[in-house]
């Protein structure tokens, strides 16, 4: 009996959070086509979910979080439309991913390496081991950004550093990365995806509506002018103040002072 192929990709709903894991620890975790449909199914779950829980992306295995695109994979893409559909899948893919509604944590260990990197960038909140490195390896490849990586790294780390960083393919420690910007916190190894479990009970707690208003909010700081922005924090705070829960805390004070 032939055995089962292994799941690219590990996904369960938590009491508290979503995971998902990237499956293919044999080859770095890679991203091939497989990989991306399974994310694409992910995502179309995700986005249908009105729960406001967040969501921890990790993987399987202590070394490698993902190396960027599996070149066994990219090999075949032997056309430049081919390469083109392979970018602008995972560009949307990504962009999904940062817009999905849920706040998205990354838990990873050991190395985050080219488009590995790129994901981390979509993710809005990096918890990293002690022990990774991290590296945009594109450009010693002879190649750039493919997956949108590029312009969220000038967003989240600034124009100085991230032409640094991309121009020279260094590889950064996890506390160098922290410094700049790339990563939020960096513990021991053994602790990061309970890190980013605590951290998810604590926003499951909240009212989903408050959590999913301060989503679109961010979302709305990264594309919207100053007086769009002004509107939807504004309206977005009207409409939670008449909602379920802080009406609850108002009655509730209201009748603990008659």
């Given at each position: 009996?032939?055995?089962?192929?292994?799941?690219?990709?590990?996904?369960?709903?938590?009491?508290?959070?979503?995971?998902?894991?990237?499956?293919?620890?044999?080859?770095?975790?890679?991203?091939?086509?497989?990989?991306?449909?399974?994310?694409?199914?992910?995502?179309?779950?995700?986005?249908?979910?009105?729960?406001?829980?967040?969501?921890?992306?990790?993987?399987?295995?202590?070394?490698?979080?993902?190396?960027?695109?599996?070149?066994?994979?990219?090999?075949?893409?032997?056309?430049?439309?081919?390469?083109?559909?392979?970018?602008?899948?995972?560009?949307?893919?990504?962009?999904?991913?940062?817009n999905?509604?849920?706040?998205?944590?990354?838990?990873?260990?050991?190395?985050?390496?080219?488009?590995?990197?790129?994901?981390?960038?979509?993710?809005?909140?990096?918890?990293?081991?002690?022990?990774?490195?991290?590296?945009?390896?594109?450009?010693?490849?002879?190649?750039?950004?493919?997956?949108?990586?590029?312009?969220?790294?000038?967003?989240?780390?600034?124009?100085?550093?991230?032409?640094?960083?991309?121009?020279?393919?260094?590889?950064?420690?996890?506390?160098?990365?922290?410094?700049?910007?790339?990563?939020?916190?960096?513990?021991?190894?053994?602790?990061?995806?309970?890190?980013?479990?605590?951290?998810?009970?604590?926003?499951?707690?909240?009212?989903?509506?408050?959590?999913?208003?301060?989503l679109?909010?961010?979302?709305?700081?990264?594309?919207f002018?100053?007086?769009?922005?002004?509107?939807?924090?504004?309206d977005?705070?009207?409409?939670?103040w008449?909602?379920?829960?802080?009406?609850?805390?108002?009655?509730?004070?209201?009748?603990?002072?008659?």
């Amino acid at each position: 009996m032939k055995s089962r192929p292994q799941k690219p990709l590990l996904f369960e709903k938590l009491d508290y959070a979503y995971l998902l894991q990237f499956n293919r620890p044999a080859v770095h975790n890679a991203v091939n086509d497989v990989m991306m449909q399974a994310l694409e199914a992910v995502l179309d779950k995700l986005e249908a979910a009105k729960d406001g829980l967040p969501v921890i992306i990790s993987h399987v295995g202590n070394k490698t979080f993902c190396a960027g695109g599996d070149l066994k994979y990219f090999s075949s893409l032997d056309t430049p439309e081919k390469c083109r559909i392979m970018s602008l899948r995972m560009q949307s893919i990504l962009d999904r991913l940062e817009n999905c509604g849920h706040f998205v944590i990354l838990a990873a260990k050991g190395q985050i390496l080219g488009g590995g990197c790129e994901i981390l960038t979509a993710c809005h909140y990096a918890i990293v081991a002690d022990n990774s490195q991290l590296s945009f390896r594109q450009a010693p490849n002879g190649i750039i950004t493919g997956w949108g990586g590029g312009r969220r790294l000038i967003r989240k780390i600034g124009r100085a550093n991230a032409l640094r960083l991309t121009l020279s393919g260094e590889r950064l420690s996890a506390e160098a990365a922290q410094r700049i910007g790339l990563a939020e916190e960096v513990i021991p190894i053994d602790e990061v995806l309970e890190r980013a479990k605590t951290l998810c009970i604590a926003i499951a707690d909240n009212d989903p509506n408050a959590v999913r208003g301060f989503l679109e909010l961010e979302k709305g700081y990264r594309s919207f002018s100053d007086e769009r922005l002004i509107t939807l924090e504004t309206d977005t705070f009207v409409r939670l103040w008449e909602g379920n829960t802080f009406q609850t805390i108002l009655n509730r004070f209201r009748e603990g002072n008659k």
